[in-house]
Every structure is written in C-alpha cells, then in structure tokens.
C-alpha cells in the first residue's frame, strides 16, 4: 500500500535543494510525497518553482499568519511544516499547539530552545552558565565602562540578528562610543580559528541522531557558499552534548563556532533550524531529510551519528529560474 504524505516548507524562498533533499528521501522509502511551500512573495521565489504548489501567505509578522497558515494547511491536509527563516520560528513554536490539535506536525523546537536561540545575548549566557566554550560578550555599554579590559577589535552584531546582517568588526573604542546610541547590539570578542557549522537533528526523544561540521571557507548573505565537512569528534561532541542539553531542541538545528589550531573550541551561535550550508552536510550523507520521514511513519531510522563523508567540498555557484510574465512587472 502506498504511503501518503504532504510537506510543507514554510519561507520556501531559495531553498530548493531542501525540496529536492525531500523528494529524495521520499522516493527512497516509497512515500507518495507532495511537497507544498508557502512564501509571502511567491512570484519572486525560485523554490515555488520547484515545488507542487505554492501559496502566497502573510509575513510571519502579520498577525494573520498563524491563522492564514494553519487554515491552509487544513484545507491541503498538511502533515509536517518545516519552517525555514529566524524570524518565523518564535511565531511557530508559540502556535505550535493549535496546528498539532489539528494532527500538523511542525518540525521545530520548542518555545524556551526558540528564546535561546533567536537571542545571542541569552545564546551567550546559556553556553556560560553550563559550562560550554563560548566568546566574552558584553553590551555596548559594559565595554564602554571598562574599555581597559577589552582588547580591539572587537565584534558587535545585533542580539537578534539573522543572516548576519548588521554583523562589523569594530577596531577602537571611539568607534563604539557612535553605536553607543543604536539599541539591541552586543558586543564579543574575536574568536581564533576557522570558523564552522555543526548540523545536527534531534528526534523527539531529544537524542541528537546526527552531528556533521562544516568548514565556513565563505559565505555571501550569511549562508556558506564555500564549505568542507570534517569529522572533528571534540567538536561533533560538544555539539551533541549541547542539543541535548538544551530544555526543548527537536529537529534539524545547526551550532557554529571556532576552531583553533591548537584544537580550542569557542561556541558562538546557535540556529534552530536547517542551516543555509544543510545541502553539504545531505550530500555527505547525513540523510536527515529521509530520517524525518521515517520518524513520521514509525520506520526503523537508518540515522548514524558519524556515517558520513569527510573533506567534501561544496562550491556554490548561482543558478536561474525563468518565468514568462504578462502585464505589469514587479
């Protein structure tokens, strides 16, 4: 008997190979799978494109979003949303309740993982107070204080920032006094090292399935668009043991940091949700997507903690969607 199952990815914006990612997976385990996405400009997405259907819906910060959402997921019979952007994740993990009332999974952590995670000042004072490796951080304000106790340069980036915009290296102190007046910034030391993402997925039970860095060898945007795995097992570890110690992390995750030539760790940021470099880590072999699946429909996981493919290397190139429009352009 055939298995049925509809997706739907929330933001589907750029993200096409996590559709592809999904079919795959699909197609391996024998799962009629419609793939669905929901954009607030779905005309300018390139993944609508790829995907069975797309519905225009509003930004997840309209009020009418989880309304709007969950009667369409409703109304398509939606199984599983995957939500994709920062900014969405508080709005899905706070409704969360009303979708499952309605038998719709959404494959996010929970509200306390979601407030750690979308803040970096509480990402910083979590990853102290238990004991993990991280940068110095303080408000502008503190460095101002104590000018003396920090060395230049230093980093300052917006506690809730995304994609790292706002993000700027600040090399001297009078530079800082003229952000001095710009609200929710904070400031962190420079981390030694090269820099990587860990993706990791935990499954419901909060066990962390699978842990696979990556080299940040570039990015544009704030997504890698240069990147290498590597079995670091310190730093596959710690990730772990991270995840797992967080009070409510479900689903695809990603951890970032620094890795220093003498081996030290330093933890900066944690995301939750599928990180923008995940397609390296699915190319590898880390089958998250497929993983998933079979946790839906109660299959025996083929998940493997390290079974994966080291010194991969992705080199991003831009590519294009081409639509024929008629009447007016946006």
């Known amino acids: 008997m055939a298995r049925h199952f509809t997706l739907l990815i929330s933001s589907v914006g750029r993200r096409g190979q996590l559709v592809e990612c999904f079919r795959q997976a699909g197609t391996e385990l024998g799962i009629e799978l419609l793939v669905l996405g929901a954009d607030a400009e779905p005309d300018l997405a390139p993944a609508s494109r790829l995907v069975d259907r797309c519905f225009r819906v509003p930004r997840c910060s309209d009020p009418q979003f989880t309304q709007e959402l969950l009667a369409l997921s409703k109304h398509e019979h939606v199984d ?7 900014p969405e994740l508080p709005v899905y993990a706070r ?26 000042l509480l990402t910083n004072r979590w990853l102290v107070q238990h004991g993990y490796p991280t940068v110095r951080q303080a408000t502008v304000d503190e460095v101002l204080r104590n000018r003396a106790a920090w060395e230049f340069p230093v980093i300052v980036k917006p506690r809730c920032g995304s994609a790292s915009v706002g993000v700027r290296f600040v090399n001297e102190a009078a530079t800082l006094q003229l952000l001095a007046a710009e ?49 670091n097992r310190r730093l596959m ?27 030290e760790i330093q933890l900066t940021e944690i995301n939750a949700r599928f990180g923008g470099g995940f397609p390296l880590a699915a190319q590898a072999g880390a089958n998250f997507c497929r993983w998933i699946l079979e946790d839906a429909f109660d299959l025996p996981s083929t998940a493997a903690f390290s079974d994966w493919k080291e010194h991969l290397l992705m080199l991003r190139f831009d590519n294009a969607v081409f639509i024929e429009q008629r009447g007016e352009v946006i």
């Open 80 to 86: 599983l949303i995957v939500p994709t952007i920062d």
């Open 183 to 231: 609200p929710g910034l904070v400031v962190e030391s420079v981390a030694c090292g090269v820099e990587h993402t860990t993706n990791v997925l935990v499954n419901s039970s909060r066990k962390c399935l699978c842990a696979v860095p990556h080299q940040r060898l570039e990015t544009r945007g704030g997504e890698v668009s240069k990147g290498r795995t590597v079995k």
């Open 237 to 263: 570890e710690l990730v772990r043991s991270v995840v797992e110690a967080l009070p409510d992390a479900y689903g695809p995750l990603n951890v970032q940091g620094f890795v220093a030539k003498n081996g």
């Open 95 to 120: 409704h969360r309740p009303l979708f499952e009332a309605d038998g719709i999974e959404v494959l996010i952590s929970g509200p306390q993982t979601i407030d750690i995670a979308s803040d970096k």
